[in-house]
């Protein structure tokens, strides 16, 4: 009997890596796609030693070239149970603020790249009755604050396209879970001074994913005193809020 898979798009990343060992360890044959085809063959052996019984393969993907998303997944065979994306990049915000260039890095691999690869899989689930979607996006799109507003707009049109596709999914039998991580202890965040009561592991969003897809939780956040902090910052009235440093 074939096992389920799951897609992992932007399968490089400690969250994605984390998430496929923990899937595998459930069960369930692996497609890895990303731009990092070495890192993704590493990634591939490593995961069949962990979990020999379970299938790895690995393709090429690039959340930006979006005119090449729809041939890569038409490339499915069989078509995945569940497909997650975890593409994102912080990107350098201070620059984003004067350089075409550097915005759009940030808008496009937060938002627009994501996006466009999950609607087409969106549609194939869709046609077929079936299948989980898994967006990673972030609370940083909640409330717009100094610091992240470009990358925290990027992520609040994730976080309404997640929103929308699955209320326009339900009906069709697909599931959409957004995934709010909060801080967490990854590459993309070792330059940066985390608080340690607020920060998870890849592990745990891994195991939080999974966790969601089982019980069709619809929003998650990794760590439940970020719910308790973003309900906070969000019931800030504006005109004290832009006061604010955050």
């Known amino acids: 009997m074939t096992q389920p898979s799951v897609l992992v798009l932007g399968a490089t990343s400690d969250m994605a890596q984390a998430f496929a060992r923990k899937m595998a360890n459930d069960g369930f044959d692996l497609v890895l796609a990303g731009r990092n085809t070495d890192e993704l063959d590493a990634i591939r052996r490593d995961l069949l030693v962990r979990s020999p ?3 790895v393969q690995c393709l090429f993907f690039d ?7 729809r041939e890569m997944i038409d490339r499915l065979s069989p078509l995945p149970e569940v ?30 790249g994501p996006a466009n690869v999950l609607g087409i899989v969106a549609k194939r689930f869709e046609d077929r009755g079936s299948g989980t979607i898994v967006g990673i996006s972030s609370v940083a799109g909640e409330r717009g604050r100094k610091t992240n507003y ?21 009906s069709a039998g697909v599931h959409v879970v957004t995934v709010l ?4 202890a990854t590459k993309m965040t070792s330059h940066l001074s985390l608080p340690p009561a607020l920060t998870a592991k890849p592990e745990a969003v891994a195991s ?15 760590k439940p005193v ?4 973003m309900t906070i910052i969000k019931a800030i009235p504006e005109s004290i809020f832009k006061k604010m440093s955050l």
């Open 63 to 69: 959340a930006m070239d979006m005119e090449s998303h």
């Open 226 to 229: 970020w719910f308790v902090i």
């Open 181 to 184: 991580p909060g801080f967490v």
């Open 83 to 112: 497909a997650a994306c975890f593409v994102g990049s912080m990107g350098d915000e201070i620059a984003a603020r004067c350089d075409a260039g550097a915005l759009a890095l940030i808008l496009r691999s937060n938002f627009e």
């Open 150 to 170: 470009i990358y925290g707009s990027a992520k609040a049109g994730f976080t309404a396209f997640l929103s929308g596709l699955r209320n326009q999914l339900q």
């Open 208 to 222: 939080a994913i999974a966790k969601a897809i089982r019980k069709e939780t619809n929003v998650i956040y990794v």
């Open 53 to 55: 019984s379970c299938s």
